[in-house]
């Protein structure tokens, strides 16, 4: 059994995100662990000062509980990554990177538009569902690259496969033009660039197929701002 090292993960994950994403200078992450869904929630409503956020998180706490990661809106003097403690640190990494996927488009949204209202990107229906594509696609990519420096393949397809067909049930009845949808279709992205799914029409119907193309065809969030 492999002795993994999460700073050595994070390491390697940050350079190869930094690699493919446009990384704001004066981004500066804090991180901290929960060791449940509840303390992560919890903890969340309490860090987050901003009073229409909060009331935000309260009112719509049923679905806030089970997220496995989050930053906190608006930033104060850094950006506050919240994550799930895990059994698995690969997954600790996934959601890490999902949400420092998430802070780069927020961040590239506010400089495009020269715009400090920080509530303004989550007003725009479009650049939200695109965001959480592109987080879901770019954070497993990042995941793909370094299991596979260090992992057999057929592992590597299991894990990923696993995680394609959860997304897939998640979305089963609902539009693809969702959360859930745009998660489906990152992860089936990424997948599908590593050729770890052959056959997309596996996962994805035509007419979901249409709107992944749309999706991978916009390189950055400053597309939401033109």
């Not at 809106?73 to 949400?99: C, G, R, T």
Request: aromatic content about 14%; glycine content about 2%; overall charge negative.
């Amino acid at each position: 059994m492999i002795d993994y090292d999460i700073k050595d993960i994070f390491g390697k994950c940050d350079a190869y995100f930094s690699e493919i994403k446009k990384m704001p200078k004066e981004l500066t992450i804090e991180i901290e662990f929960c060791s449940s869904t509840d303390e992560l929630y919890k903890r969340r409503c309490i860090l987050t000062r901003n009073p229409i956020a909060k009331a935000n998180l309260e009112e719509n706490a049923e679905k806030y509980k089970n997220a496995n990661g989050c930053y906190i809106i608006p930033p104060e003097d850094y950006h506050f990554v919240m994550l799930l403690k895990s059994s698995n640190v690969f997954f600790e990494a996934y959601d890490y990177l999902h949400e420092l996927t998430h802070i780069c488009n927020y961040m590239d949204y506010l400089n495009s538009t020269k715009c400090d209202d920080y509530f303004k990107p989550f007003q725009n229906h479009a650049f939200y569902l695109w965001d959480e594509y592109n987080a879901r696609y770019i954070s497993t990519c990042a995941l793909i690259e370094y299991l596979e420096s260090c992992c057999e393949r057929e592992d590597i397809s299991e894990t990923i496969t696993k995680i394609c067909k959860c997304l897939r049930n998640c979305c089963e009845a609902e539009n693809i033009k969702s959360y859930d949808g745009s998660q489906l279709l990152g992860a089936v992205e990424a997948a599908h660039k590593y050729d770890y799914i052959k056959n997309i029409e596996e996962y994805l119907c035509q007419d979901e197929i249409a709107i992944l193309e749309e999706y991978s065809s916009i390189d950055d969030a400053s597309f939401f701002t033109e």
